[in-house]
């Protein structure tokens, strides 16, 4: 019993390590990081610690099943295609980042089913330290100089896509848990100031499209007296504060050198080379559609005209694996929203429009947000 506690104990810490080294990136991207090593190692200790077996959530067993159909799939479609290519290996690369991210969203939601809601804390606080540790290396490592910040991450884009999971995290498990709403703020003002050093646009859109919403929602719930969450009233406090100062003195806001690099950034969408529909692959759907019944596979994207990868999470799912592929993602997507309409819809939302210009789906921080909101309100069930 005493070996079952410590290495739960140990399993529980390895995840919370994963969450705080998750941002440094040592080795190029594509290749397993630090974390990713972590994570694994989390996963084996846990089961072996449990027997060999998974302690599923009760009534799970079809949002499980579908995750390993479109895994199945995915690694069909392109062991298919590493072999009509001559067998390049790359195919089996792509597969691998299914393969897992199932196995952590497996993980996940075995390991809520036995630690309830002590799973949500511990991701918040991990988060947490990990957003702030973030944000300390970005300020003695001279702060925001006009370019964009990566921090430990291998491009701009990965701290903005991270930035906006990490929000989707705080806002979703700040309620659920009851937790200071200083926590919170705190974590949402270090997230917003990474999220907008990064200067990707698509990431700052979704970012204050998600906390605009989330406040709006929690107003409505206010006038309504449905909760009196003071978390909201902050909020709106600092928004205020931040306005007045604006008005009392926009000229100090307009020559800060972070506000001048967003503003250019946003004022100036649509004009960049990257921003048309072309150079993120959009036109393969119509130049290539008889890929779009069973998909392409993904890698070899010379057979495109292209060095480059889809640069959108449902271009790419629909290219690489066609109708099939994309209508299994949208169920998983589904079963989420439909289990938690109200949190799980908006935030889902959210990350998909940042999917719509980059291919997010490899990222396994995002399986985990995934596997956090189905879990909610759910009590385990041995499968």
Same mark, same amino acid.
């Given at each position: 019993?005493?070996?079952?506690?410590?290495?739960?104990?140990?399993?529980?810490?390895?995840?919370?390590?994963?969450?705080?080294?998750?941002?440094?990136?040592?080795?190029?991207?594509?290749?397993?990081?630090?974390?990713?090593?972590?994570?694994?190692?989390?996963?084996?200790?846990?089961? $072996?610690? @449990?027997? /060999?077996?998974?302690?599923? +959530?009760? =009534?799970? #067993?079809? &949002?499980?099943?579908?995750?390993?159909?479109? %895994?199945?799939?995915?690694? $069909?479609? @392109?062991? /298919?295609?590493?072999?009509? +290519?001559? =067998?390049? #290996?790359? &195919?089996?690369?792509?597969?691998?980042?299914? %393969?897992?991210?199932?196995?952590?969203?497996?993980?996940?939601?075995?390991?809520?089913?036995?630690?309830?809601?002590?799973?949500?804390?511990?991701?918040?606080?991990? %988060?947490?330290?990990?957003?702030?540790?973030?944000?300390?290396?970005?300020?003695?490592?001279?702060?925001?100089?006009?370019?964009?910040?990566?921090?430990?991450?291998?491009?701009?884009?990965?701290?903005?896509?991270?930035?906006?999971?990490?929000?989707?995290?705080?806002?979703?498990?700040?309620?659920?848990?009851?937790?200071?709403?200083?926590?919170?703020?705190?974590?949402?003002?270090?997230?917003?100031?990474?999220?907008?050093?990064?200067?990707?646009?698509?990431?700052?859109?979704?970012?204050?499209?998600?906390?605009?919403?989330?406040?709006?929602?929690?107003?409505?719930?206010?006038?309504?007296?449905?909760?009196?969450?003071?978390?909201?009233?902050?909020?709106?406090?600092?928004?205020?504060?931040?306005?007045?100062?604006?008005?009392?003195?926009?000229?100090?806001?307009?020559?800060?050198?972070?506000?001048?690099?967003?503003?250019?950034?946003?004022?100036?969408?649509?004009?960049?080379?990257?921003?048309?529909?072309?150079?993120?692959?959009?036109?393969?759907?119509?130049?290539?559609?008889?890929?779009?019944?069973?998909?392409?596979?993904?890698?070899?994207?010379?057979?495109?005209?292209?060095?480059?990868?889809?640069?959108?999470?449902?271009?790419?799912?629909?290219?690489?694996?066609?109708?099939?592929?994309?209508?299994?993602?949208?169920?998983?997507?589904?079963?989420?929203?439909?289990?938690?309409?109200?949190?799980?819809?908006?935030?889902?939302?959210?990350?998909?429009?940042?999917?719509?210009?980059?291919?997010?789906?490899?990222?396994?921080?995002?399986?985990?947000?995934?596997?956090?909101?189905?879990?909610?309100?759910?009590?385990?069930?041995?499968?």
């Amino acid at each position: 019993m005493k070996t079952k506690q410590k290495s739960d104990k140990a399993t529980l810490i390895l995840l919370s390590m994963y969450f705080i080294l998750k941002p440094f990136y040592l080795w190029e991207s594509g290749l397993p990081q630090v974390s990713d090593l972590v994570l694994t190692a989390a996963i084996i200790l846990y089961i $072996f610690s @449990n027997g /060999l077996k998974l302690n599923f +959530l009760k =009534g799970s #067993k079809q &949002f499980v099943l579908v995750n390993v159909i479109f %895994v199945f799939y995915i690694t $069909f479609i @392109n062991i /298919l295609w590493s072999l009509l +290519l001559g =067998g390049e #290996k790359c &195919f089996f690369t792509a597969s691998m980042f299914y %393969v897992f991210n199932f196995m952590t969203l497996s993980f996940i939601i075995s390991l809520y089913s036995i630690h309830g809601r002590q799973i949500y804390r511990l991701v918040y606080f991990s %988060v947490l330290a990990s957003i702030a540790l973030q944000f300390v290396i970005l300020l003695l490592s001279g702060g925001f100089a006009g370019n964009r910040a990566m921090a430990y991450f291998n491009n701009p884009n990965q701290l903005g896509y991270h930035s906006l999971l990490t929000l989707a995290l705080l806002l979703f498990l700040g309620g659920k848990l009851n937790i200071k709403g200083i926590w919170l703020i705190t974590g949402i003002i270090v997230a917003s100031a990474l999220c907008l050093a990064s200067l990707s646009k698509a990431a700052i859109i979704s970012f204050f499209g998600m906390l605009l919403y989330f406040v709006l929602l929690h107003i409505k719930d206010l006038i309504f007296a449905r909760n009196t969450n003071k978390t909201i009233f902050i909020l709106l406090f600092i928004v205020a504060a931040l306005l007045t100062a604006y008005k009392c003195n926009n000229e100090a806001f307009n020559s800060n050198i972070l506000f001048q690099s967003v503003g250019y950034r946003l004022s100036t969408i649509g004009q960049s080379n990257d921003d048309n529909l072309s150079q993120r692959g959009y036109d393969r759907l119509f130049a290539y559609q008889q890929y779009l019944l069973f998909g392409a596979g993904e890698g070899i994207y010379s057979r495109f005209g292209s060095t480059a990868e889809f640069h959108s999470t449902l271009g790419n799912i629909l290219m690489s694996y066609g109708i099939v592929g994309i209508s299994l993602y949208m169920a998983i997507l589904s079963a989420v929203c439909i289990k938690n309409r109200r949190e799980g819809l908006y935030i889902i939302g959210f990350v998909t429009l940042y999917g719509l210009t980059h291919n997010g789906i490899r990222n396994t921080l995002f399986w985990i947000m995934t596997a956090l909101i189905y879990s909610n309100g759910k009590k385990g069930n041995d499968i």
